[in-house]
T-cell receptor
Framework: GAGVSQTPSNKVTEKGKYVELRCDPISGHTALYWYRQSLGQGPEFLIYFQGTGAADDSGLPNDRFFAVRPEGSVSTLKIQRTERGDSAVYLC?????????????FGQGTRLTVV | DAKTTQPTSMDCAEGRAANLPCNHSTISGNEYVYWYRQIHSQGPQYIIHGLKNNETNEMASLIITEDRKSSTLILPHATLRDTAVYYCIVPSGTYKYIFGTGTRLKVLA
C-alpha cells in the first residue's frame, strides 16, 4: 500500500533537547536511508541500513546523531543535545535493494526546527 | 562529492519540451544515471534511469551520449506542475546517492 511514511511531519524543539524521528519504509524493502536537507541544498546522506545493520554511517555529522532499525523495518533517527544547526528537513528513503540497482522511494520528510 | 554537474536553473515555456543537461564525465562503465525531481516541500521523486541506451517512460525520456559522459532529461510537454528541482545522480558505490544542488526548472505560463 502506502509509500514511505515519516512522523512527525514537523517537530519544534528547544536547544539541548533530545528528539526522535521515525521512518516506516515500504513493506519488504531491505534498504533504508536517512538524508538531511538544508534550505537551498540537495539532500545530504547520513546513514544506510541493509536489513537491521547500519552498512554505512559515514554521513552522520557527530556522535549526537544515532539511528536504529532493530527489526529491519521501522527506523528511528535519534538526535541528542540538539543544536540550532540541526534544523533541517530529515528525509527517509527505502528501496528493494541498494539505490544503485533500483529506484528509491522517499518520504515527505520531517521538518526539524531547533529554537 | 557528487559525480555530476548541472546548470543551476532553467526556464521553459508551458507546453514546450524541457531539456535538462547533466555532465558525468567520470562515470564508470557499469554505473547508472538516475534522475529525480523534488517539488517544493516534498521528498525527491524518481523519474527515470539508464545505463547506455536511451530510455523513455510515461514521465520523461533520457538521452545518454555514446561516451556516457553526459545525458539529457527531456520532459516532452512541460506543464506548470513540472516546476521543481531536478537532480541527476550517479550512485556512489553500489548503494547510495550523493546529491548535488540540481537544476531548478521553472515552467512559465
Amino acid at each position: 500500500g502506502a509509500g514511505v511514511s515519516q512522523t512527525p511531519s514537523n517537530k519544534v524543539t528547544e536547544k539541548g533537547k533530545y528528539v526522535e524521528l521515525r521512518c516506516d519504509p515500504i513493506s519488504g524493502h531491505t534498504a533504508l536511508y536517512w538524508y538531511r536537507q538544508s534550505l537551498g541544498q540537495g539532500p545530504e546522506f547520513l546513514i544506510y541500513f541493509q536489513g537491521t545493520g547500519a552498512a554505512d554511517d559515514s554521513g552522520l555529522p557527530n556522535d549526537r546523531f544515532f539511528a536504529v532499525r532493530p527489526e529491519g523495518s521501522v527506523s528511528t533517527l535519534k538526535i541528542q543535545r540538539t543544536e540550532r544547526g540541526d534544523s533541517a528537513v530529515y528525509l527517509c528513503a527505502s528501496s528493494p535493494q541498494g539505490m544503485a540497482y533500483t529506484e528509491a522511494f522517499f518520504g515527505q520528510g520531517t521538518r526539524l526546527t531547533v529554537v | 562529492d557528487a559525480k555530476t554537474t548541472q546548470p543551476t536553473s532553467m526556464d521553459c515555456a508551458e507546453g514546450r519540451a524541457a531539456n535538462l543537461p547533466c555532465n558525468h564525465s567520470t562515470i564508470s562503465g557499469n554505473e547508472y544515471v538516475y534522475w529525480y525531481r523534488q517539488i517544493h516541500s516534498q521528498g525527491p521523486q524518481y523519474i527515470i534511469h539508464g545505463l547506455k541506451n536511451n530510455e523513455t517512460n510515461e514521465m520523461a525520456s533520457l538521452i545518454i551520449t555514446e561516451d556516457r559522459k553526459s545525458s539529457t532529461l527531456i520532459l516532452p510537454h512541460a506543464t506548470l506542475r513540472d516546476t521543481a528541482v531536478y537532480y541527476c545522480i550517479v550512485p556512489s558505490g553500489t548503494y547510495k546517492y550523493i546529491f548535488g544542488t540540481g537544476t531548478r526548472l521553472k515552467v512559465l505560463a
